[in-house]
Every structure is written in structure tokens, then in C-alpha cells.
């Protein structure tokens, strides 16, 4: 079993800077990919970013090109996501994800942490 936390989460002006971060631990840590996702109060979850483990190809989703970065550091087993330009709509809470080689779905998730951007 993986076990995933994610940090970085909190409140921000419109315009400002978070970095969360997903530290993971337990099992044997070999992801295929990495994502981050988030989901708003009332609606369903969406992707934010999701990367490669091994040759670090990236996706993002179209609302957050050009504004949010998704990296990783293998020797430290986590997972980040730089966010710059904070808009109030990019309001939710983030949660990390593990997908495992041969794997059809997101198998392993963090708790989440919210990130709120103020207007």
C-alpha cells in the first residue's frame, strides 16, 4: 500500500503562489504516473496536471496552461505542483494520485488540502 499526503494548501490572493507538495511512503514506490486533481464544492473531479514518472512527460489541463507546473523528485518519492496566476475559480481542494504500471485507473489518493483563492 502507498499512503500519499499532500501539503501546501491554504489562502491566497488572486494573482498569488502556492506550491503543494505529495509525499509518498509505504509499498513499493514505482509509479507509472502522477497526477494532481482538485474538486470544487458542488461539482465533480477534475485534472490538474498529471506526470510520467520515469520520462516526466507531462498534461495539463487546459485552465491551468501556462500558470501551474508539475514536477517530481524520484529520491524523495514526491510529487509537486508550483501554481502561479491564482484565480478565485481555481478554488478547491487538490488531492494527489498513484498510478501504477499496467494499472487502468488512479489506484492510490491523499487526503487532500484545500486551497482557497480570494478576489
Known amino acids: 500500500q502507498v499512503q500519499l499526503v499532500e501539503s501546501g494548501g491554504g489562502l491566497v490572493q488572486a494573482g498569488g503562489s502556492l506550491r503543494l507538495s505529495c509525499a509518498a511512503s509505504?509499498?513499493?514506490?514505482?509509479?507509472?504516473?502522477m497526477g494532481w486533481f482538485r474538486q470544487a464544492p458542488g461539482k465533480e473531479r477534475d485534472i490538474v496536471a498529471l506526470?510520467?514518472?520515469?520520462?516526466?512527460?507531462?498534461y495539463y489541463a487546459d485552465y491551468v496552461k501556462g500558470r501551474f507546473s508539475i514536477s517530481r523528485d524520484n529520491a524523495k518519492a514526491t510529487l509537486y505542483l508550483q501554481m502561479n496566476s491564482l484565480k478565485p475559480e481555481d478554488t478547491a481542494i487538490y488531492y494527489c494520485?498513484?498510478?501504477?504500471?499496467?494499472?487502468?485507473?488512479?489506484?492510490?489518493w491523499g487526503q487532500g488540502t484545500q486551497v482557497t483563492v480570494s478576489s
Open positions: 494520485a498513484y498510478r501504477s504500471f499496467g494499472a487502468s485507473e488512479y489506484e492510490y
Open positions: 506526470i510520467s514518472w520515469v520520462g516526466g512527460r507531462t
Open positions: 509505504g509499498g513499493s514506490f514505482s509509479p507509472f504516473t
